[in-house]
């Protein structure tokens, strides 16, 4: 293997250069060739030195692929403190994203010189983590304790702009980066500016209060979470303690996250959501289709929203509706929209209105004939879907692809009505469109596979986090939610409250608990759905005897005032008043459930488990690619907690033997029309088998 570490002289000046492609991951290969360079440099003629990066970007953190394995020496810390203590200055040269300990290494340099467009951050909050080689206690020596709070405790970069401004770097530069650092360092030997060393700095003074306030918002903002907590523990160890000692406080919490839970479940989420973007059996150089125009079939909520993704991407929008007034209506949504974008510090006005101006609104079907994109975003119903679809046919150019957002409906049928089903497929937006990461990217049973290879493209274009679902009613996200809700209901009418309910989920990390996720969408929504059915398909009566009951009395949750539970109409403060209280007690009764007190792990292990269990149907039947593909689509779609890994690799953590067990225990309990487990669950159990080890065995 060649060294990912080279060392050369530039006349005087000593160059480390660092070549570890994708993004220069401090790798154990790179630690030992920093480490060795830096002693090299440190004995040798040069007068100073310049870390520096090749490819797009310097280091942009330690190599998260070597976490949970066994340590290799040199460790970060070891090599960091090695460059702060080299005898001559050090430079350090950024450019593309200087993260975590890549920016922990210009931290132990003693200056920073960047590239205008880079940006650096401590991001390691979001894998579950604390900058572990110094950085908790180099950052508020630099720029304060408040700015390295933020920046440690959001996890997001800043431009170097900003970090010029805070004190984290010294120069910013356009052009040519290695030359200019050759000439920085060159520039501090002459003046003899000597080794400015960050550890030497004195530490901020700042009093108790702005700990406990950052505790205390930490606390509601990343409920659960100990990295947030560990990482004010540090800030503060390091205004009020020598730098050594510091140091101390942050390796034993940096050592406490990295063995959490927590971290496990992050960690597997960064990759999860880069393994979502591979498609299987999709030949690399799959040709794209080139998308210019887009466009969007429906001015609803979602249509509205989808159309501002495309346009925001830079490409061209026509957003049809079926009359003036319709479009009008949407077309305002989107104005509105973009003055929130500008009032919350989104974009500048200037860029809301070039934005705006590429969404054009038409009522004429014929205007969609240039689109490259065509996108249906019309109500949930599949003759209309499919009217449209063959309008489409009629219209739209040869080779351009036509997409639905249907939720459930079946995309085969659809693209039936067509002549062209190859570029007919499915992209599932999640409401709000225009903010929601995720993107579930249908492949139907003819689906060409350049269609499918540009709308993964696509989607990264629009900065959503694309899944591949096969066809089946609900696809991966949905079709999951009705075991879940179901339980929510039946946990409900046999005891439960909206609010203990909501609690209990909550309180293990869910965003939102079921009960108001039921209030906002609308009760009335499951209630239509379920009347279009034959009375035997529509489920568990006692699952839905509350909600039907809440609907037919007029309360269709948030949008009128009240559902399970009332809203105040200023505020959307909610309560859980006498009038559902009461509401549930009746139909308990008319059905003849005794109700008992349900605890709040009953709660959770009935809904999460229900998750679950559907979850490994789904990737056995191959509707998922793999496991963490649902995980994707469940922390990034439906507010799972992605500290908890998603629920697959939950289940994995808690043990599949358990899970079954428990299953198992339900199945006797409530009966096996809700609760049968699934046969991959029982046959991994039974073998005594991780989801994990069964998806890297297929691999
Ligand atoms: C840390 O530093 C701890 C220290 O404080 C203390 C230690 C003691 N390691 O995202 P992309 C791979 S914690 C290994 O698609 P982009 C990635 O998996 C770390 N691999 O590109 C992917 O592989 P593949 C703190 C990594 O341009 C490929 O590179 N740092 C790492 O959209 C391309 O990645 C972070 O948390 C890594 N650190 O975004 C930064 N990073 O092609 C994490 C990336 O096989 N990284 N890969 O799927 C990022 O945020 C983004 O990758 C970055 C580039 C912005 C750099």
Redo the contacts with the bound molecule.
Sequence with gaps: MTNPVSYSLVDDIGVISINNP??N???HAVRSGLLEAIEAAGRDDSRAIVIQCEG??FI????????GKQPLDP???QVVDAIEACPKPVVAALH??A????F?VALGSHYRIALESARVG???V??G?????G?TQRTPRLAGARTALDLMTS?T?VPASTALETGLIDRIVAGDLPAAAIDYARELADRASGCRRTSELASPDEDAQLFADYRAELSKKARGQLAPQKIVDCVEAACRLPFAEGSAVEREA?AECMASPQSAGLRHM??AE??A??VDGLPRNTALRDIRRVGVIGAGTMGSGIAMNFANAGLEVSLLEVDDEALKRGLKTIEKNYAGGVKRGKMSEAQAAETRARISGTTDYASLAGAELIVEAVFENLELKKDIFAKLDEIAKPGAILATNTSYQDVNEIAAVTGRPEDVIGLHFFSPAHIMKLLEVVRADKTADDVLATCMKLSKAIRKIPVVSGVCYGFIGNRMLKGYGREANLCLIEGGTPETIDAAMQGWGMAMGPMRVFDLAGLDVGYKARQGLPEAERGDPRAFAIPDALVEMGRLGQKSGAGLYSYDPETRDYRFDDESKALIEAQAGKLGIERRDIAADEIVDRLIYALINEGMHIVEEGIAQRPSDIDVVYVYGYGFPAWRGGPMFYADAVGLATVYERICEFRERFGSDNWEPAPLLERLAKENRSLADWADSRD
């Excluded at 942009?60 to 976490?67: L, N, S």
């Excluded at 983590?129 to 080689?133: E, K």
């Design positions: 994708p993004v991951a401090l790798s797009r970007t942009a953190g330690a190599d998260i692929t070597e976490f460790w970060l810390p593309g994203t993260l975590g300990g890549g922990e401590l991001p390691e979001k894998l983590l604390l900058p572990g080689a950085g996890g970069p940096f960064f990759f880069r393994a973007a591979r």
